[in-house]
């Protein structure tokens, strides 16, 4: 095995899968984190994140979903309430180009699916507006996955099997021909063989060089008091996306029993970080954005959101993952830039880039940097 000391910058959504499937590979595994495993100035804030299975995005995403699907399930098997199937609904206009992707994704890879219209939909998912001219697309695989918990139960077990856990803010990653400096904002320095950097929204902080092509951006999410709480539990609806004129918002049914979580009822706006600070705040614009569109989204709900969370995601410009090495001796493994979908995959994602580094899999070219024009590697 080449490499064997390996530097997991970044112990969230990714890096912490990243850090079990090394270490279960037999891997020295020492893993970087500034703010803590599961912290909630990350992308893993929030509680839950939807998954899907019948996916817009498209083909190159197949293989990690379906190999997600099955490691979610084998978990929550050990972890209860880890990921609740309980189903997903895409609610979107007849004749729209997301409907048309669904189709397309739907008949080229056979996933089990639904399609319901006027009556039925609205028998079936009374929690949401008047669904006239839309077509629900619904996915009895999706659900949504508790995100701290198992962002916290995969670096435990690395932990439990010999990975080193160091709280540091990692400010460079320099590679040589020996192995790899990592250098902490305190004036720590340690050698590994080769680095993973997993550092989310943050990536660039350490890796300037991916600034052209990636941006961070902050997204706020909130929660609404249904007037009937009951009905919005997961044994009475899915998560869901619902897409109309002018917005795309995305949720989740109530956890604690009383209230039903929306996203993208505002827009992303880009990010600026002060250490681990960023503008966490919602704003007055923000709760009035909300407070207009919720009522096109769900009905029955008060329209104020009564808890409001802001949280920090990397895009790369075309939307795409970054999966590459960034230099060509192969020391350093970008692992970012998931554009507001990794985590439903993250178990799997961490699984392909230990393999990658393990030589059991190959880089997937979808996600490789040398798409972008200009990309010089190292
Ligand atoms: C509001 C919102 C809703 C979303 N909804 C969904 C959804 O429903 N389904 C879905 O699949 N995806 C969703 N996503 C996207 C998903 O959450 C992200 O793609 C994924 O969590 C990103 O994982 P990551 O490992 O890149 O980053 P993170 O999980 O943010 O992890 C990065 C880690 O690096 C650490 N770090 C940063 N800088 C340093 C440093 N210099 N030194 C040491 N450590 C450092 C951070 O503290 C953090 O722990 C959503 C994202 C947001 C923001």
């Known amino acids: 095995m080449s490499g064997k000391r390996v530097g997991v910058i970044g112990l969230g959504s990714v890096g912490a899968f990243t850090a079990l499937e090394l270490q279960q590979r037999g891997y020295e595994v020492v893993g970087f984190e500034a703010f803590g495993v599961a912290n ?3 992308a893993v804030g929030g509680d839950t994140r939807l998954f899907r299975r019948l996916y817009r995005e498209g083909g190159a995403y197949y ?4 190999r997600a699907y099955e490691l979610w399930r084998e978990l ?9 199937e309980c189903g997903a609904l895409a609610l979107v206009p007849e004749d729209s180009d997301y409907a048309r992707d669904l189709e397309a994704y739907a008949n080229e890879f056979n996933i089990e699916h639904e399609v319901l219209r006027g009556d039925e939909l609205h028998r079936r998912f009374p929690q949401f507006t ?13 659900g949504f996955v508790r995100t701290d918990l198992v962002v916290r139960d995969a670096f435990d077990r690395a932990e439990a099997l010999g990975a080193q856990h160091i709280e540091a803010t990692v400010t460079e990653v320099i590679p040589h021909q020996d192995g790899v400096t990592i250098r902490a904002e305190d004036g720590n320095s340690w050698e590994v063989d080769r680095v993973v950097v997993a550092a989310g929204a943050r990536t660039t902080d350490i890796l300037p060089q991916l600034a052209p092509y990636t941006r961070p951006r902050l997204q706020v999410m909130t929660w609404f008091q249904p007037d009937a709480p009951e009905d919005f539990r997961a044994t009475e609806m899915p998560v869901f996306i619902r897409e109309g004129d002018g917005f795309h918002a995305y949720g989740a ?3 604690d029993g009383l209230h039903v979580k929306v996203s993208g ?8 970080f002060d250490g681990i600070a960023y503008d966490g705040q919602a704003t007055l614009d923000d709760l009035r954005d909300c407070e207009a569109t919720i009522t096109r989204v769900l009905q029955d709900v008060h329209p104020v959101p009564v808890r409001t969370a802001v949280y920090p995601e990397l895009y790369a410009i075309d939307r795409m ?8 001796g192969q020391r350093v493994f970008v692992a970012s830039a998931f554009s507001g979908k990794g985590f439903k995959m993250c178990n799997a994602i961490g699984e392909l880039v230990a393999k990658i580094l393990h030589d059991e899999a190959e880089l997937p070219r979808a996600f490789s940097l040398t798409r972008f024009p200009g990309w010089v590697v190292e």
Request: hydrophobic content about 35%; proline content about 8%.
């Open 253 to 255: 049914p109530t956890l």
């Open 63 to 66: 293989h990690l979903i379906e």
């Open 76 to 84: 929550d098997k050990r972890l209860p309430t880890a990921f609740r």
């Open 265 to 272: 009822l505002t827009e992303p706006r880009d990010a600026e």
């Open 40 to 42: 909630d100035l990350s």
């Open 130 to 142: 008047s669904c006239e001219g839309d077509v629900g697309y619904y996915d009895p695989c999706g």
């Open 321 to 328: 993952f970054i999966l590459d090495w960034l230099d060509a």
